[in-house]
T-cell receptor
Protein backbone atom coordinates (compact mmCIF):
# COMPACT_ATOMS: atom_id res chain seq x y z
CA UNK A 1 0.00 0.00 0.00
CA UNK A 2 1.08 3.54 -0.63
CA UNK A 3 1.07 6.41 1.84
CA UNK A 4 2.68 9.80 2.31
CA UNK A 5 3.64 11.67 5.44
CA UNK A 6 4.32 15.37 5.32
CA UNK A 7 6.12 16.57 8.41
CA UNK A 8 4.90 19.96 9.51
CA UNK A 9 1.47 21.23 8.57
CA UNK A 10 2.79 24.79 8.61
CA UNK A 11 6.16 26.17 7.58
CA UNK A 12 7.08 29.85 7.80
CA UNK A 13 10.13 31.40 6.20
CA UNK A 14 11.35 34.88 5.44
CA UNK A 15 11.52 36.08 1.89
CA UNK A 16 14.87 35.01 0.46
CA UNK A 17 15.33 32.16 2.92
CA UNK A 18 15.60 28.48 2.10
CA UNK A 19 12.38 26.56 1.77
CA UNK A 20 12.35 22.94 2.93
CA UNK A 21 9.15 20.94 2.91
CA UNK A 22 9.44 17.35 4.10
CA UNK A 23 7.83 14.29 2.61
CA UNK A 24 8.30 10.63 3.45
CA UNK A 25 6.56 7.88 1.57
CA UNK A 26 5.68 4.27 1.92
CA UNK A 27 5.22 2.16 -1.16
CA UNK A 28 5.07 -1.53 -1.90
CA UNK A 29 6.31 -0.95 -5.44
CA UNK A 30 8.90 1.46 -6.90
CA UNK A 31 7.08 4.73 -6.53
CA UNK A 32 6.30 7.67 -8.70
CA UNK A 33 6.41 10.77 -6.50
CA UNK A 34 4.93 14.21 -7.02
CA UNK A 35 4.79 17.63 -5.48
CA UNK A 36 1.79 19.84 -6.14
CA UNK A 37 1.01 23.41 -5.17
CA UNK A 38 -2.48 24.70 -4.46
CA UNK A 39 -3.48 28.34 -4.21
CA UNK A 40 -6.73 29.26 -2.44
CA UNK A 41 -9.87 28.01 -4.17
CA UNK A 42 -7.90 26.52 -7.02
CA UNK A 43 -6.96 23.08 -8.23
CA UNK A 44 -3.53 21.52 -7.98
CA UNK A 45 -0.59 22.49 -10.13
CA UNK A 46 2.25 20.05 -10.66
CA UNK A 47 5.58 21.37 -9.41
CA UNK A 48 7.70 18.33 -10.22
CA UNK A 49 7.67 14.57 -10.39
CA UNK A 50 10.02 11.64 -9.90
CA UNK A 51 9.55 8.68 -12.19
CA UNK A 52 12.68 6.60 -11.62
CA UNK A 53 15.08 8.64 -13.71
CA UNK A 54 17.43 11.15 -12.06
CA UNK A 55 17.06 11.27 -8.28
CA UNK A 56 17.37 15.05 -8.20
CA UNK A 57 14.34 16.48 -9.90
CA UNK A 58 14.00 20.09 -10.93
CA UNK A 59 10.59 21.62 -11.23
CA UNK A 60 8.93 24.89 -11.97
CA UNK A 61 9.37 28.15 -10.06
CA UNK A 62 12.84 27.18 -8.85
CA UNK A 63 11.75 24.18 -6.80
CA UNK A 64 13.57 20.89 -6.72
CA UNK A 65 13.30 17.62 -4.83
CA UNK A 66 15.62 14.73 -4.20
CA UNK A 67 14.50 11.13 -4.12
CA UNK A 68 16.33 9.21 -1.40
CA UNK A 69 15.37 5.59 -1.43
CA UNK A 70 17.34 4.73 1.71
CA UNK A 71 15.41 7.38 3.64
CA UNK A 72 12.12 6.90 1.75
CA UNK A 73 12.06 10.67 1.40
CA UNK A 74 11.26 13.18 -1.31
CA UNK A 75 11.77 16.57 0.31
CA UNK A 76 11.00 19.74 -1.61
CA UNK A 77 13.43 22.66 -1.54
CA UNK A 78 13.86 26.10 -2.97
CA UNK A 79 17.01 28.14 -2.28
CA UNK A 80 15.29 31.49 -1.94
CA UNK A 81 11.64 31.96 -1.01
CA UNK A 82 9.47 34.47 -2.79
CA UNK A 83 6.25 36.00 -1.52
CA UNK A 84 4.40 34.31 -4.39
CA UNK A 85 5.45 30.90 -3.05
CA UNK A 86 2.97 31.20 -0.18
CA UNK A 87 0.50 28.38 -0.79
CA UNK A 88 -0.44 24.85 0.23
CA UNK A 89 1.93 22.12 -0.93
CA UNK A 90 1.01 18.48 -1.31
CA UNK A 91 3.30 15.51 -1.71
CA UNK A 92 1.81 12.49 -3.42
CA UNK A 93 2.81 8.97 -4.37
CA UNK A 94 1.36 6.97 -7.22
CA UNK A 95 1.25 3.27 -7.74
CA UNK A 96 1.88 3.82 -11.41
CA UNK A 97 3.12 0.31 -11.85
CA UNK A 98 0.24 -1.16 -9.90
CA UNK A 99 -3.27 -2.02 -10.85
CA UNK A 100 -5.24 1.00 -9.72
CA UNK A 101 -4.67 3.16 -12.78
CA UNK A 102 -2.11 5.43 -11.20
CA UNK A 103 -4.26 6.85 -8.45
CA UNK A 104 -2.50 9.35 -6.23
CA UNK A 105 -2.13 9.09 -2.48
CA UNK A 106 -1.74 12.53 -0.95
CA UNK A 107 -0.10 13.77 2.19
CA UNK A 108 -1.98 16.10 4.49
CA UNK A 109 -0.37 19.15 2.98
CA UNK A 110 1.98 21.84 4.25
CA UNK A 111 0.96 25.47 4.34
CA UNK A 112 3.92 27.66 3.43
CA UNK A 113 3.92 31.22 4.72
CA UNK A 114 6.50 33.68 3.45
CA UNK A 115 7.22 36.76 5.56
CA UNK A 116 8.50 39.96 3.95
CA UNK B 1 0.94 20.71 -19.69
CA UNK B 2 -2.45 19.35 -20.55
CA UNK B 3 -5.55 21.32 -19.64
CA UNK B 4 -8.44 20.07 -17.56
CA UNK B 5 -11.41 22.38 -17.31
CA UNK B 6 -13.87 22.06 -14.46
CA UNK B 7 -17.20 23.83 -14.42
CA UNK B 8 -18.67 25.56 -12.56
CA UNK B 9 -15.97 27.00 -10.35
CA UNK B 10 -18.52 27.70 -7.65
CA UNK B 11 -22.17 26.90 -7.13
CA UNK B 12 -24.75 27.57 -4.45
CA UNK B 13 -27.82 25.35 -4.32
CA UNK B 14 -30.77 24.75 -2.07
CA UNK B 15 -30.92 21.73 0.17
CA UNK B 16 -32.62 18.83 -1.56
CA UNK B 17 -31.67 19.80 -5.09
CA UNK B 18 -29.09 18.15 -7.33
CA UNK B 19 -25.96 19.72 -8.72
CA UNK B 20 -23.87 18.60 -11.67
CA UNK B 21 -20.16 19.34 -11.99
CA UNK B 22 -18.38 18.86 -15.30
CA UNK B 23 -14.77 17.92 -15.88
CA UNK B 24 -13.37 18.17 -19.39
CA UNK B 25 -9.98 17.32 -20.81
CA UNK B 26 -9.39 19.93 -23.48
CA UNK B 27 -6.38 18.67 -25.37
CA UNK B 28 -6.05 14.98 -24.62
CA UNK B 29 -8.16 11.89 -24.29
CA UNK B 30 -8.78 11.13 -20.65
CA UNK B 31 -9.05 7.39 -20.31
CA UNK B 32 -9.23 7.74 -16.55
CA UNK B 33 -10.72 10.45 -14.39
CA UNK B 34 -10.59 10.88 -10.64
CA UNK B 35 -12.93 12.84 -8.39
CA UNK B 36 -11.71 14.24 -5.11
CA UNK B 37 -13.29 16.06 -2.22
CA UNK B 38 -11.34 18.48 -0.11
CA UNK B 39 -12.44 19.78 3.27
CA UNK B 40 -11.09 23.11 4.53
CA UNK B 41 -7.43 22.97 5.46
CA UNK B 42 -7.28 19.28 4.64
CA UNK B 43 -5.91 17.02 1.99
CA UNK B 44 -7.71 15.59 -1.00
CA UNK B 45 -9.91 12.58 -0.42
CA UNK B 46 -10.39 10.34 -3.44
CA UNK B 47 -14.07 9.70 -3.99
CA UNK B 48 -14.05 7.59 -7.12
CA UNK B 49 -12.13 6.54 -10.19
CA UNK B 50 -13.78 6.22 -13.56
CA UNK B 51 -12.73 4.82 -16.89
CA UNK B 52 -14.37 5.95 -20.07
CA UNK B 53 -17.41 3.84 -20.80
CA UNK B 54 -17.27 1.96 -17.51
CA UNK B 55 -18.93 2.32 -14.16
CA UNK B 56 -17.02 4.32 -11.61
CA UNK B 57 -15.17 2.60 -8.79
CA UNK B 58 -16.04 4.29 -5.52
CA UNK B 59 -13.83 4.49 -2.47
CA UNK B 60 -15.03 2.94 0.73
CA UNK B 61 -17.51 5.12 2.53
CA UNK B 62 -18.54 7.13 -0.53
CA UNK B 63 -22.21 6.75 -1.37
CA UNK B 64 -22.53 5.91 -5.05
CA UNK B 65 -26.21 6.83 -5.11
CA UNK B 66 -25.38 10.21 -3.63
CA UNK B 67 -22.46 11.02 -5.86
CA UNK B 68 -23.27 9.92 -9.39
CA UNK B 69 -20.31 9.80 -11.74
CA UNK B 70 -20.60 9.47 -15.48
CA UNK B 71 -17.63 9.16 -17.81
CA UNK B 72 -19.42 8.84 -21.12
CA UNK B 73 -16.67 10.10 -23.39
CA UNK B 74 -12.90 10.44 -23.48
CA UNK B 75 -13.12 14.14 -22.77
CA UNK B 76 -15.95 14.50 -20.28
CA UNK B 77 -16.82 13.22 -16.84
CA UNK B 78 -19.58 14.52 -14.64
CA UNK B 79 -20.20 14.34 -10.91
CA UNK B 80 -23.79 14.84 -9.79
CA UNK B 81 -24.46 15.45 -6.13
CA UNK B 82 -28.01 14.26 -5.66
CA UNK B 83 -30.37 15.61 -3.01
CA UNK B 84 -27.63 17.83 -1.69
CA UNK B 85 -27.49 18.75 1.97
CA UNK B 86 -25.35 21.26 3.83
CA UNK B 87 -22.89 18.54 4.84
CA UNK B 88 -22.15 18.03 1.15
CA UNK B 89 -20.73 21.54 0.98
CA UNK B 90 -17.11 21.17 0.03
CA UNK B 91 -14.46 21.75 -2.63
CA UNK B 92 -14.62 19.12 -5.36
CA UNK B 93 -11.67 18.58 -7.69
CA UNK B 94 -11.36 16.35 -10.72
CA UNK B 95 -8.26 15.07 -12.39
CA UNK B 96 -7.80 13.35 -15.72
CA UNK B 97 -5.10 11.34 -17.36
CA UNK B 98 -4.27 9.25 -20.36
CA UNK B 99 -2.13 6.09 -20.14
CA UNK B 100 1.08 7.96 -20.94
CA UNK B 101 1.19 10.92 -18.60
CA UNK B 102 0.45 11.87 -15.04
CA UNK B 103 -2.94 13.21 -14.02
CA UNK B 104 -3.82 16.85 -14.55
CA UNK B 105 -6.19 18.66 -12.25
CA UNK B 106 -9.17 20.87 -12.82
CA UNK B 107 -9.47 24.15 -10.99
CA UNK B 108 -12.03 22.79 -8.56
CA UNK B 109 -15.66 23.55 -7.73
CA UNK B 110 -16.75 25.17 -4.50
CA UNK B 111 -20.19 23.75 -3.62
CA UNK B 112 -22.27 25.47 -0.98
CA UNK B 113 -25.61 23.93 -0.02
CA UNK B 114 -27.96 26.26 1.84
Amino acid sequence: AQSVTQLGSHVSVSEGALVLLRCNYSSSVPPYLFWYVQYPNQGLQLLLKYTSAATLVKGINGFEAEFKKSETSFHLTKPSAHMSDAAEYFCAVSDERGSTLGRLYFGRGTQLTVWP
Amino acid sequence: GAVVSQHPSWVICKSGTSVKIECRSLDFQATTMFWYRQFPKQSLMLMATSNEGSKATYEQGVEKDKFLINHASLTLSTLTVTSAHPEDSSFYICSARDPYTEAFFGQGTRLTVV
